[in-house]
């Protein structure tokens, strides 16, 4: 198993975020960082301060050498996919070819309803999703798209420059969903995201990911599978390796320790020893 962490940009000061990413990256053991794309707090009081999220992964990325770093997720009616293709190409460049492309179909209806970002039903969101999904990868990876959708239309569309990784990079999509979001997974993304959850539950949607994949002849092996793990501000790090250690029995590749702010580096040392005391990365 590896692992990750995670700094939502709520509810915390750019200082104390800046500082936890860099302490990670010079913990081997950390080998990505991860921060969420809303516009409000989330969970939490959502009059609070938060900052937007590809802003500040793009610092961070300035303020690193080592970690691989991404959202999760990016909800994609937040953006236009042209606009985020240009926008993920040009962050794999100033990272060097260390971002990971974290997208979802939304769901915060306060946000959007608050900006005037349209959400959509259910289906809507997910229709569009699809239609995004398949349009990202063109723009990023080829000289021109051309895509006529019901949400999006491309002519000849172009994206320059390309980023590092190729063929573009990889996407990881969030979300626990199985007709849809899995669905969508097994189609176009490197890396799954479960939001979170009891072992059993991650082996289902597992399982599930697996038939879709099986359904259009894709080997599951392709898709890496992360979870949210939660540090507590009681910093339980007991209970985070437990957890991780019980997704792990039911195949989780990267376990991602969501932090709690206000954000505080000196939790990482302590949270690293317990990883390296555990034996999971050894694959006990």
């Known amino acids: 198993m590896r692992f990750a962490f995670k700094t939502s940009p709520q509810n915390t000061t750019w200082a ?8 990670a990256d010079d913990i081997e053991i950390f080998e990505s960082g991860w921060t969420f794309d809303h516009f409000y707090p989330i969970f939490s009081d959502s009059t609070g301060p938060c900052m937007e999220g590809w802003i500040t992964l793009t610092a961070l990325a300035q303020a690193t050498k080592r970690l691989r770093l991404g959202t999760l997720a990016t909800g994609i009616h937040y953006r236009h996919p042209a606009v985020l293709a240009n926008m993920a190409a040009s962050l794999d460049i100033i990272s060097n070819g260390r ?6 179909a939304g769901w915060n209806e306060e946000e959007s309803g608050a900006y005037g970002i349209e959400l959509g039903t259910i289906k809507e969101r997910f229709d569009r999703f699809e239609e995004a999904c398949e349009v ?18 491309r002519k000849d569309a172009r994206n320059e420059p390309k980023g590092p990784q190729q063929p573009h990079p990889p996407i990881c999509i969030g979300g626990n969903g199985e007709k849809r979001t899995l669905k969508i997974t097994a189609k176009y993304a490197q890396h799954w995201n479960f939001v979170g959850g009891p072992p059993d539950v991650f082996a289902r949607k597992r399982d599930v990911l697996a038939a ?7 080997d599951p092996s ?7 793990v939660r540090l507590n501000p009681d910093h339980n790090y007991g209970e985070v390796i437990e957890e ?4 792990g029995k039911e195949g989780l590749d990267l376990a991602i320790v969501y932090l709690p702010p206000p954000h505080d580096s000196r939790v990482l040392e302590p949270l690293a020893q317990e990883i390296r005391t555990s034996g999971l990365l050894d694959g006990q």
Do not use: N
Not at 212 to 218: M, N, P
Not at 244 to 247: D, F, G, I, S, V
């Open 222 to 228: 392709e898709i890496m599978l992360s979870a949210h």
């Open 244 to 247: 991780a250690a019980e997704l």
């Open 136 to 153: 990202l990868p063109g723009l990023l990876s080829q000289e021109t798209t051309t895509f006529d959708g019901k949400f999006y239309q």
């Open 99 to 104: 971002l990971e492309l974290g997208i979802g």
């Open 212 to 218: 879709h994949c099986a359904d259009i002849g894709r």
């Open 16 to 23: 104390d975020m800046l500082a936890v990413w860099q302490a």
